[in-house]
């Protein structure tokens, strides 16, 4: 089994950052995929980004590219999401998923292991 608990998130004002961490634990390997999405209240859950852990190929939402960054630390064990020039329609819930593949994309259903899930609020 794998662990993903997030943190970071929190009340932002238009225009500001926030960095989000997702710590994976139990069996986890260098052969993960791992990535981000998102649910705003009354919507669909919605992919942001996702990254192969063992090379770091990347895939971003076009709705993020530029704003978002994702990374990882391989010696912790932990993902991150630098957010950037932050918009209210980024007020979601931030969720992490990760899954036993070199590399997985932008569909939620291929992600077996998901976190709790952290709340990022942008204000205008």
């Known amino acids: 089994q794998v662990q993903l608990v997030e943190s970071g998130g929190g009340l932002v004002q238009a225009g500001g950052s926030l960095r989000l961490s997702c710590a994976a634990s139990?069996?986890?390997?260098?052969?993960?995929?791992m990535a981000w999405f998102r649910q705003a209240p009354g919507k669909e859950r919605e992919f942001v980004v996702c990254?192969?852990?063992?090379?770091?190929?990347?895939y971003y939402a076009d709705s993020v590219k530029g704003r978002f960054t994702i990374s990882r630390d391989n010696g912790k064990n932990t993902l991150y999401l630098q957010m950037n020039n932050l918009k209210p329609e980024d007020t979601a819930i931030y969720y992490c998923?990760?899954?036993?593949?070199?590399?997985?994309?932008?569909?939620?259903?291929?992600?077996?292991?998901w976190g709790q899930g952290t709340q990022v609020t942008v204000s205008s």
């Open positions: 998923a990760a899954d036993r593949a070199y590399y997985r994309g932008p569909r939620a259903d291929e992600y077996d292991y």
């Open positions: 139990g069996r986890t390997s260098n052969n993960f995929a």
């Open positions: 990254i192969a852990w063992s090379d770091g190929r990347t």
